[in-house]
């Protein structure tokens, strides 16, 4: 069975810095998907970013980026020049891609930015 | 706007009773799915489904059940509820075809349930 282990329960930043959070995965399979997804006060899920395993190149969504170590099952998000607005929590999913959709989910990181 | 809801989003019940939450999707999704938030868990999966008619367990499916009878229904239903059933769920939806959305789920609100 597939595993997602988030080891940072809770981590703070100054507003403007940048902040990574961690993720690691235990997977046998080769063609799978990773997810961000951020939680905020509103109990509300939105996708941050995706990554798609055979895909080398890491992906990034604006002040978001991921460092994808496929051979480490890595798959950290980075978040430079801090908002207020991304105080969350923020969920790592794992998805076997073929005809699976489920999502498996990490425990969480809960995210504060100190103004 | 497609959008998929919940309701409601708040209750509160005792134990030994049945409780049905909806899940409502418009986005004419082929995947309906139903997790549970708890603290120290993140999101664990108990039922999903990949159209009408099919319903599946998930990790965490003890005491619950749903059905799916249309698109754009799945209501989870727990039997008689239990303490250990206290948590926040969550539905989601995904289209299930290959396209730009075709790995990604859409969550409804959220509906927080309390067993006393």
């Known amino acids: 069975a597939q595993t997602v282990t988030q080891s940072q329960p809770e981590m703070s930043v100054q507003e403007a810095e940048t902040v990574t959070l961690s993720c690691t995965y235990d997977?046998?399979?080769?063609?799978?998907?990773l997810f961000w997804y951020k939680q905020p006060p509103s109990r509300q899920m939105i996708l941050v970013i995706r990554q798609e395993a055979y895909k080398q190149q890491n992906a990034t969504e604006n002040r978001f980026s991921v460092n994808f170590q496929k051979a480490a099952k890595s798959f950290s998000l980075k978040i430079s020049d801090s908002q207020l607005g991304d105080a969350a929590m923020y969920f790592c999913?794992?998805?076997?891609?073929?005809?699976?959709?489920?999502?498996?989910f990490g425990t969480g990181t809960r995210l504060t930015i100190i103004p | 706007d497609a959008e998929i809801t919940q309701s409601p989003r708040h209750k509160i019940t005792e134990t030994g009773r049945q409780v049905t939450l909806a899940c409502h999707q418009t986005w004419n999704h082929n995947n309906m799915f139903w997790y549970r938030q708890d603290l120290g868990h993140g999101l664990r999966l108990i039922h999903y489904s990949y159209g009408v008619q099919d319903t599946n367990k998930g990790e965490v499916s003890d005491g619950y059940s749903v059905s799916r009878s249309n698109t754009e229904d799945l209501p989870l239903t727990l039997e008689s509820a239990a303490s250990s059933q206290t948590s926040v769920y969550f539905c989601?939806?995904?289209?299930?075809?290959?396209?730009?959305?075709?790995?990604?789920?859409?969550f409804g609100p959220g509906t927080r349930l309390t067993v006393l």
């Open positions: 989601a939806s995904s289209d299930g075809r290959k396209g730009i959305n075709y790995n990604e789920q859409f």
């Open positions: 997977t046998s399979e080769s063609d799978y998907y």
């Open positions: 999913a794992y998805r076997f891609n073929f005809g699976n959709e489920k999502l498996t």
